[in-house]
């Protein structure tokens, strides 16, 4: 199984420091080869499974660069029971806290994926904040946007 498909997701680089407001932000992550992957080919020859891995991203929010750092666990659907090719749960930190989201995913990690998804702070200015998130790309590399409510 191919559970690159995973990898690139992690943008859950998500955040960054001083929060005090609704703040829009983008980010550039890059994701590490999966550390643990569960699966393989269902009986029609398609992947399925699971993979978990980490990664780093750099945030732009209110003119500053914040580096932050992630894990993902994600799994692929079932063909017959699916909106999205896969789930996402992801954790993620930087200097100013802590923050959780979950996402829905489509494509495949190898020609191109897109992902949507809901951030949840979890401690320091993201506390009890939410916001939404999104990205795109392929491979190791992803890119997107997203926003926190105050």
């Known amino acids: 199984?191919?559970?690159y498909v995973f990898g690139t997701l992690a943008l859950v680089l998500l955040t960054s420091a001083s929060i005090v407001s609704a703040q829009s932000f983008t980010y550039v992550s890059t994701s590490n080869a999966p550390t643990t992957t569960v699966g393989g080919a269902g009986p029609d020859g398609r992947?399925?499974?699971?993979?978990?891995?980490?990664g780093t991203s750099e945030l732009m929010m209110?003119?500053?660069?914040?580096?932050s750092n992630f894990t993902?666990?994600?799994m692929t659907q079932p063909n017959n029971a699916k909106v999205f090719d896969q789930h996402m749960m992801c954790n993620g930190s930087d200097s100013g806290g802590?923050?959780?989201?979950?996402?829905?995913?489509?494509?495949?990690?190898a020609t191109g994926m897109s992902c949507w998804g809901q951030l949840q702070g979890?401690?320091?200015?993201?506390?009890?904040?939410?916001?939404?998130?999104?990205?795109?790309?392929?491979?190791?590399?992803?890119?997107?946007?997203?926003h926190w409510n105050p």
């Open 72 to 74: 993902c666990v994600a």
């Open 47 to 54: 992947p399925f499974g699971a993979a978990a891995w980490s």
């Open 122 to 146: 979890l401690t320091g200015g993201y506390a009890k904040r939410i916001g939404v998130i999104s990205g795109s790309g392929k491979g190791p590399m992803q890119t997107g946007s997203g």
């Open 62 to 67: 209110d003119g500053k660069k914040v580096m």
């Open 1 to 3: 199984m191919k559970t």
């Open 98 to 109: 802590t923050w959780t989201s979950a996402w829905g995913c489509s494509g495949v990690q």
